[in-house]
């Protein structure tokens, strides 16, 4: 998970939040697809929860507090997110992220600051992702199942990929060297995209420089 920078929703979308009756499945399809557009391109494609990369052929959207619990704010552009489709309509065990989410609620949202979420997050060599808090933790194992096989295999993969550019590097790896290397994983690409499974690279390299 990463922390996503919310930016001005679209205007699409304040202007249907204005009519009278409207919610969000009543969204015209035209703002939708703006709404789409937008979450994507702040949270640079990449799924809110997993961090796999996304598009709009295979991307929902997501309510960090649901529809039905929560009428008041389907509209609310600082709970909407970009989630994976999280292998929707397989079982449930083999479901993630928002498909498997569903109505549950969670005690952290990637999208506001003042929750610190990455704070409470760290990873395994394995890939598993873990929280130290104990509550925190069952959300990611019980109402996201982050920690299902493709998703660690895939961070443990960014794990030992980082590990091998730093083992390659000639000489003695600097603090400088691994704050450009963090760099590296925070900024976007010519087309506005994250780097896949970034937050688990950020992490990685972070820890290095913490023992430096």
Not at 185 to 212: F, H, M, N, P, S
Request: hydrophobic content about 30%.
């Amino acid at each position: 998970m990463i922390q996503i920078n919310k930016e001005y929703e679209p205007s699409s979308l304040t202007n249907h939040r204005c009519q009278s009756y409207s919610t969000f499945d009543n969204l015209p399809l035209e703002a939708k697809d703006e709404l789409r557009q937008s979450l994507l391109k702040e949270q640079g494609y990449l799924c809110c929860y997993c961090m796999m990369r996304i598009s709009v052929e295979n991307m929902r959207v997501e309510h960090w507090h649901c529809q039905s619990s929560y009428h008041d704010e389907q509209l609310d552009y600082s709970n909407l997110m970009a989630s994976c489709n999280g292998n929707e309509g397989h079982k449930k065990h083999d479901q993630h992220c928002d498909a498997r989410k569903g109505n549950h609620d969670l005690s952290h949202n990637p999208s506001n600051p003042d929750h610190d979420f990455v704070s409470l997050i760290n990873y395994l060599g394995d890939g598993t992702i873990q929280s130290s808090n104990q509550e925190f933790d069952r959300e990611l194992n019980e109402i996201l199942n982050l920690n299902f096989a493709r998703l660690k295999r895939n961070r443990k993969s960014v794990m030992e990929g980082v590990h091998e550019i730093l083992r390659r590097k000639a000489g003695v790896v600097t603090t400088s060297h691994l704050k450009r290397l963090i760099r590296v994983w925070q900024e976007k690409d010519r087309d506005g995209k994250l780097k896949e499974y970034c937050g688990v690279a950020i992490y990685y390299v972070t820890k290095k420089l913490q023992r430096i």
